[in-house]
């Protein structure tokens, strides 16, 4: 993610207006080839050497806030490490101990560059130490002289659309609020887009619109105390929308030394690409195992993993694990799981359950999680049937939980 020093925007008629480069411009992805090249090309070598060539590409000025923004990005890929056979302190401590003494000795004629040589050559002796790795241990423990030991490669391209999409991210640090509406999406898109602003810890409120909904998300300038972490946190979301379609984001912001308010609005026709993977479609196998069992079954109702959103008064949405249909009198319930995947999550979540949780709801929770769920809620409070399960729902347990909807 781009530094504050990084950001290249202007601010027109109270909007902001970061300033997206073209990816395929062929000077830009030279300049990204170049950095590239270097960045591979000095694997093995120390931080300084690094970067003095940057020094050489980039020049020392101030104006080339991409060519270092771009330098950053592929500085995020790199791990430095001190790269020494023995602790560099621990062998100051003996060179100089030894020196120390050396030049306390009676003068033997020596020059002093040979007493030196051969006060090293006795350590290296002493220490198991190739003369040739000396130089770079002795002190191997400071920034300049850590070692590049690894670079995550990646192409030009790559690099500029994750540029462009790390500039977004970089003006979304500075948001009050954050306004996202969203539409058009199957159910475990819906599922994953909210399990990761819950996962990213995110304030947020929501309402239903035509066709999706409107979630509003507080920003780090809201909180009493701006925080940088939870603006991180906010920034680090926007990856996860480039995986979407249909959605429009609207941020207030207050921007530069003079926090002055104006607004961000960013969409699909930006260009932004995703460059990480989009997760939270994932089932555990119980849920996967409870839809085969249910095949086996001879009843009237039948299962579905495709449910409506349900929204939890503003609170969230209730996006149902599993709904059940009963076919001769057209009866919907919903079940939502609680396992060890839920684990830290349950006792909040069934707050919010016990308020505006919908009445035709069967909770199945992992009686490894029971005690947690009750150390803050009467189970009998919350609304719907409550299923305790072992290791996983068992499809004849669930049917006969259905049987008082009937």
């Known amino acids: 993610m781009l530094t ?42 120390t931080r300084d050497r690094l970067d003095g060539e940057l020094a050489e590409l980039l020049g020392t000025g101030t104006a080339f806030l991409l060519h270092r923004g771009l330098a950053k990005l592929l500085r995020d890929r790199c ?34 560059t040979q007493r030196l040589e051969g006060v090293v050559t006795t350590v290296c002796e002493q220490m198991a130490l190739p003369r040739g790795d000396f130089e770079q241990t002795l002190y191997g423990d400071l920034k300049g002289r850590q070692v590049l030991t690894r670079f995550k490669p990646c192409d030009p391209e790559e690099l500029l659309h994750r540029y462009n999409s790390s500039l977004a991210q970089a003006v979304l640090l500075r948001a009050r609020e954050l306004t996202l509406e969203i539409t058009g999406q199957t159910v475990p898109r819906y599922r994953a ?23 509003f998300l507080d920003g780090p300038l809201s909180l009493f105390q701006a925080s940088s972490r939870y603006g991180i946190q906010m920034a680090s979301f926007l990856p996860t929308l480039l995986h979407f379609k249909g959605w429009k984001l609207e ?12 607004t961000f609005e960013l969409s ?14 994932w089932q555990p196998e119980e849920l996967i195992f409870l839809k085969k069992q249910w095949q086996k079954l001879s009843c009237d109702w039948t299962v579905s993993t495709d449910g409506k959103l349900h929204p939890l008064g503003g609170q969230g949405v ?48 992992s009686r490894a999680l029971a005690p947690q769920a009750e150390g803050v809620e009467k189970l009998e409070e919350l609304p719907g049937e409550i299923y305790l399960f072992r290791s996983a729902p068992v499809a004849r347990q669930v049917l006969k939980r259905l049987r008082a909807f009937e």
């Open 79 to 112: 791990e430095l490490e001190t790269v020494a056979p023995i602790e560099p302190s621990e062998l100051r401590r003996t060179v100089f101990t030894a020196a120390a003494a050396s030049y306390r000795e009676e003068d033997n004629g020596l020059h002093p």
């Open 4 to 45: 504050s020093d990084l950001v290249r925007a202007t601010l027109r008629k109270g909007q902001i207006q970061p300033l997206f480069i073209d990816a395929s411009h062929a000077d830009t992805r030279a300049l990204a080839s170049s950095l590239i090249d270097i960045f591979e090309r000095c694997v093995g070598e």
């Open 193 to 215: 887009l909210f399990r990761k602003i819950k996962f990213f810890q995110l304030l947020h409120r929501v309402r239903k619109i035509s066709g999706g909904y409107r979630i």
């Open 268 to 281: 699909p026709d930006a260009g932004l690409q995703a460059f990480s993977r989009l997760t939270g479609q």
């Open 251 to 262: 941020a207030k912001l207050l921007w530069g030394p003079k926090r002055r308010p104006c």
């Open 318 to 365: 209730l996006i149902p694990d599993y709904v059940f249909r009963h076919d001769p009198s057209g009866t919907e319930v919903l079940m939502e799981v609680y396992g060890y995947w839920n684990r830290g999550s349950v006792a909040s979540r069934l707050k919010v359950l016990r308020e505006h949780g919908p009445p035709n709801l069967i909770l199945a929770i």
